[in-house]
């Protein structure tokens, strides 16, 4: 069953064309990642998926919810960790899960959801007083108390020392394993490789490959390395010029 699908997505921003044609459908239960270099189109996507851009044309469905049409619907059935996040300087992390999990009908145990992100010793702590990964956990940590159907996470260890990257790796299977459905943007191939089902490599607003890891580094095609990586796959697919920029002028002689 798919509980997402996305048909000829576009997105302009004045003259610049964010995304061009993107089309994916995700799987009921999996971790399905999409990667890109900056400003492939990457975001834009995403933020169409949580109903905080309007499509210039195309299709999105989540859960068949239309995320316009049906946002307060979606907003119970879809967490949502952005790249970025704030919240008020004096809240404390404690403070800040309780407030989230009143919006939901049957949220998860904000006390064990702490726990589980590494941030029960800062349940008094101000938001102010957290380093910047203690915030990233947070944030995924609010992402996931409502108990949705469906996460998103946008660059998701951005900034987590590497036990701390791999501690919310294992969070995330946990989470799967609970029956939820993860849609994770990330710049980090490891973590790509480790995590996701399918990936969907983004560049210059249209999807170029869609695949498992697995599949996408055996078709690899690099020249210089005999035994590719995931991120050598990666960039093979993404290194050249995009076309929707316009060539520079030639200059007059």
Known sequence: MNVIEVVNLRKRYGD???????SFRVAE??????????GAGKTTTVECLEGLRKPDAGTVQVLGLDPQRDRDRLR???GIQLQ???????????????LFS???????DWRQLMTDVGLADKQNTAFAKLSGGQKQRLS????LVGNPRIAILDELTTGLDP???????SL???VRDRGVTVVLVTHFMDEAERLCDRLAVIDAGRVVALDTPAALVAAAVVPDAARPTLEDAVLALTSHPSPLTDPAPKSES
């Open 140 to 143: 995924i940590a609010l992402a």
């Open 84 to 98: 970025e996040s704030q919240l008020q300087d004096r809240l404390r992390v404690g403070e800040a899960l309780k």
């Open 163 to 169: 036990q701390a990257r791999r501690d919310t790796w």
């Open 172 to 174: 995330i299977r946990a």
């Open 29 to 38: 239960g999996e971790i399905f990642g999409i990667a890109g270099p900056n």
């Open 16 to 22: 610049h064309v964010a995304v061009a044609d993107v």
């Open 102 to 108: 009143s919006f939901y009908p049957r949220p998860a």
């Open 76 to 78: 119970r059935l879809v």
